[in-house]
């Protein structure tokens, strides 16, 4: 693809997270809801505030961008210092703890280990990934390698590690599909279902696609998930974009409205609807009050000369 054309899909895909993560922020933790309340809702908001799902997508694209590629430890103080800076943006227990652990002294490809019984497998290395699946976008197994990595600062359970590269995977092959053409669901679901070397997720590939038809949303929630944790989230995600690949806000609304971790799985959808369908395709009302919009902007387009130059 022309380099001018993947412009407007880095963009989409970062503002795209950002809106989706803010918008089902309202409602996180919280069950399921009718879409068309929730389109009321963000009208009647005055601001899009983000939580630590894009405060992270955020310390991940700072550091890509400085380092001009993936420095582990520079990642690390990326996240302490920005946490540092703003702790009220609604972080799960991990991170924090894991910040912690790194500032004592914990290198930071140990510390993970030490969280939980064989490290987390929350989803907040998945919901960060994007700015991976941008920058890695033509290098399918480099982008494997810096997705298991990234995540394993605060995320080192396979399950955690392999959350975070589907959910690259999914956004590259988004970017990689011209806008204009014709997502093809069963292919995009069968790459995801090769990549995957996890059997949960793999599984879980076929669930989707036995759903994509499927009215019911409770039923979606019961097959698919709408938890904290990544493998109950992450093919959710995909799943609200498969589900209706042309529309920006269709797919943002309804992974609001399955309820659960919303703000993360909103989010999750909208980074690869927003990879696709580029950043014209995500309403002028959301986007005009997206916090800190201009400086998420920016970091898509660092990113985007990055990986084309
Ligand atoms: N923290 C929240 N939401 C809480 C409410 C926020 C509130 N609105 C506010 O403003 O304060 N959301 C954010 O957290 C999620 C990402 O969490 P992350 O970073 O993955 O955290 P953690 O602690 O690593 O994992 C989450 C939970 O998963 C379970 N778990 C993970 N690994 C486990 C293991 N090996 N064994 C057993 N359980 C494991 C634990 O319950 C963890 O606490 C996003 O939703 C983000 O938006
Ligand atoms: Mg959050
Ligand atoms: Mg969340």
Redesign the pocket.
């Known amino acids: 693809m022309h380099k001018g054309e993947l412009k407007p899909k880095f963009i989409g895909c970062l503002v795209g997270a950002a809106i989706g993560d803010g918008l089902g922020?309202q409602r996180?933790?919280r069950g399921m809801a009718k879409e068309e309340a929730i389109d009321s809702l963000a009208e009647k908001l005055v601001e899009l505030t983000y939580?630590?799902?894009t405060h992270m997508i955020i310390g991940v694209a700072e550091s890509l961008i400085e380092c001009k590629g993936f420095d582990g430890e520079h990642m690390a103080q990326a996240f302490i210092r920005n946490y540092e800076s703003e702790p009220?943006r609604?972080?799960?227990?991990?991170?924090p703890m894991i910040f912690r652990m790194i500032k004592s002294g914990e290198p930071w490809y140990s510390a993970g280990a030490k969280?939980?019984?064989?490290?987390?497998?929350?989803?907040?290395?998945a919901?960060r990934a994007a700015p991976i699946g941008l920058l890695y976008f033509r290098d399918l197994e480099k982008l494997r390698e810096i997705a298991y990595k990234s995540s394993a600062i605060?995320?080192s359970?396979e399950l955690?590690k392999e959350g975070a590269v589907l959910q690259a995977y999914a956004i590259a092959l988004a970017l990689n599909t011209p806008s204009n053409g014709e997502i093809n669901r069963e292919s995009f679901l069968l790459r995801l279902q090769n990549f995957a070397q996890n059997h949960l997720y793999k599984e879980k590939m076929g669930r989707i696609k036995r759903l994509l038809g499927e009215q019911d949303s409770a039923k979606v929630v019961i097959l698919l998930g709408n938890g904290?944790?990544a493998p109950r989230s992450v093919p959710t995600a995909i799943y609200c974009f498969l589900k209706q690949p042309r529309s920006y806000k269709d797919s943002v609304l309804y992974a609001i409205s399955l309820g659960g971790?919303t703000?993360?799985i909103a989010s999750m959808a909208g980074a690869i609807s927003g990879a696709y369908l580029g950043i014209e395709a995500i309403p002028q009302e959301w986007k005009a009050k997206l916090e800190n919009e201009a400086y998420i902007e920016a970091l898509a387009e660092e990113l985007w000369q990055l990986a084309t130059d």
């Open positions: 922020a996180e933790g939580t630590d799902d009220w609604g972080y799960g227990p991990g991170p969280l939980y019984k064989g490290g987390s497998f929350g989803n907040g290395s919901m605060t995320h359970h955690g904290i944790e971790d703000d993360t």
